[in-house]
């Protein structure tokens, strides 16, 4: 099976032990993602935000797994979800499946690309202890009052994020912190 692993944030710049075919390609499905997920270490991190207008081009490599539920788990893995959330967070549409609502852009992608299936990490916006998305001026105030080693492992993670994921945060992270990109592709 050919089957794409979609990415948007740090499974581009370190995918670990993800096991990806090495290069990623720059023309995946367009896809709402924006700085929507605070993480535990505070740092504001790429999710996908079904409801939200934006949408930026994300990346894509072959997985060297043999099946969707192959590839499920090392992303699974690699993102560090919970056994019990797998179904929850790790999501996956195959050709001759119906298309997730949310996302049929991926499944129209999918067939395009003449690939089997596609993997992707579908956590939600989360900004406090609520699965909500901040604003933008919530986002900068947020990365403002951050502590000085958290401030860096966020500022790292917008920088490296990869540059044609161009959110409206983003540019707005740039004008307020001077944080362009500094990721390869």
Known sequence: MMIACLGWGSLVWDPRELPVQGKWFEDGPFLPIEFARQSK?????????????????????????????????????????????????IAAWSAGEQSPATFSEIATWVAGQALDAAVWTALPPKFGKQEIQPDVEQAVAHLRQLPHEQRRNAERYIRMAPRQVDTPYRRRFEAEFGWTPESPL
Do not use: M
């Open 41 to 89: 270490d505070g740092r504001l991190t790429l999710v996908l935000v079904p409801e939200y207008e934006n949408r930026v081009r994300s990346l894509w490599a072959l997985f060297s797994v043999r099946t969707v539920a192959e590839a499920r788990e090392a992303l699974r893995q690699r993102e560090c979800i919970p056994e019990k959330n797998k179904d929850k967070h």
